[in-house]
Structures are given as structure tokens and as C-alpha cells.
């Protein structure tokens, strides 16, 4: 996984941490049950602090594209958000259309 941080921008470093993972997701580089990088190692490798990785991760476990497994990590969820989405869309068209 590469990121790339730009302090610069007005979006908040945790947010652009968040949505390159979501953009990895989606595009499939990264897949269902692909570990995320320890957020020690992330914000090392990055050189920010590790509570800015924690956040971006907390905003991604929210949404539900990551789970968090106690002792072993952060992972992509097998049920994506999108994919929901899609299926709940799905689900309604089929019960108006009855």
C-alpha cells in the first residue's frame, strides 16, 4: 500500500490516510481480509504522529470498511459499504416494484 500525505492541503492528514485506503479498496488493490500496516508502522513510514493514523483508522472501522481484530490488526471487511449500498438500493426497487 502506498500513501501519500500532502500537509499541505486543507483535508485533514487522517482523512486523506482514510480515503486512499477506501480508493485502494475499491479499486482492488486492496482486497477482503488484506491486512492494514500496524499504525505505529504507518505513522512511522509516513513520519506523523501515530494518534493521526489511529484517527484515520477509527473513521475507516466506522464506515465499515476496515475490522479491527483485538491482538491481530486492522483488515478489510469481507461486506463492504458499497456493496450494501447497492444491495439496499437493489432491495428497495424490487419491493416498490411488487
Do not use: C
Not at 483535508?11 to 505505529?40: C, E, F, H, M, N
Amino acid at each position: 500500500m502506498e500513501l501519500e500525505i500532502d500537509k499541505k492541503l486543507d483535508k485533514a492528514v487522517y482523512l486523506q490516510i482514510a480515503d486512499t485506503i477506501i480508493t485502494d479498496i475499491r479499486s482492488g488493490r486492496l482486497k477482503s481480509g488484506d491486512a492494514l500496516p500496524g499504525s505505529r508502522n504507518l505513522a512511522q513510514t509516513l513520519k506523523i504522529n501515530r494518534n493521526t493514523v489511529v484517527e484515520a483508522y477509527q473513521v475507516l472501522i466506522n464506515e465499515e470498511w476496515v475490522i479491527s481484530r483485538e491482538r491481530k490488526g486492522i483488515f478489510v471487511s469481507e461486506r463492504l459499504p458499497f456493496l450494501h449500498e447497492k444491495i439496499r438500493i437493489y432491495s428497495m426497487i424490487l419491493i416498490t416494484n411488487r
